[in-house]
């Protein structure tokens, strides 16, 4: 079977991409599923997640190993299935990169995939302390559950 591919997206790639991208790792071991994570930006290309996102992962059962990479329009969109943004500046870029409109359908939110939380994005903890990665580690594993049940339909 082939496998079902997901790229999670964010600004940096060190935060909240990586973090979704060991998330949905763990739910989803043993499935045919190719995860993957980018960043729209390239500050940050070739470093691993931030140490503070590494840790509080970490503490949740998750080990955070990627490099970041940026996003690349060329390959990307047509390697990818699921290319799930994390917040709406994210996916407002990806629609401005797709200029053909021949992707659109394959970028959502990772919030459209929400069961419990009642957030509409995963909101950027970079500048942010202890309790904004923890949020953003509830809204990733409650949209990663989601987006697996969508997987599983
Ligand atoms: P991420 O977080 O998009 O979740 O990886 C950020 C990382 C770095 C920066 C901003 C957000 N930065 O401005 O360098």
Not at 25 to 47: C, F, M, N, R, W
Request: charged residues 25%; hydrophobic residues 35%.
């Amino acid at each position: 079977m082939k496998p079902i591919k997901i790229l999670f997206v964010c600004l940096g790639n060190i935060c909240r991409s990586p973090a979704a991208e060991g998330v949905m790792k763990k739910l989803a071991a043993g499935l045919p599923v190719e995860i993957d994570s980018a960043g729209t930006a390239g500050y940050h290309i070739g470093e691993l997640p931030d140490a503070r996102m590494r840790s509080h992962a970490a503490k949740r059962g998750y080990i955070l190993n990627s490099h970041a990479r940026q996003f690349d329009p060329k390959i990307d969109f047509e390697k990818f299935d699921y290319i799930v943004a994390m917040d709406k500046s994210n996916y407002h870029d990806l629609q401005s990169f797709d200029t053909s409109r021949k992707y659109s359908k394959k970028i959502s939110m990772l919030t459209d995939y929400r069961q419990k939380m009642d957030a509409v994005e995963v909101p950027d903890p970079y500048y942010g302390g202890p309790a904004e990665f923890e949020h953003v580690l509830d809204i990733l594993e409650d949209g990663c559950g989601g987006l697996l049940k969508v997987l599983q339909k």
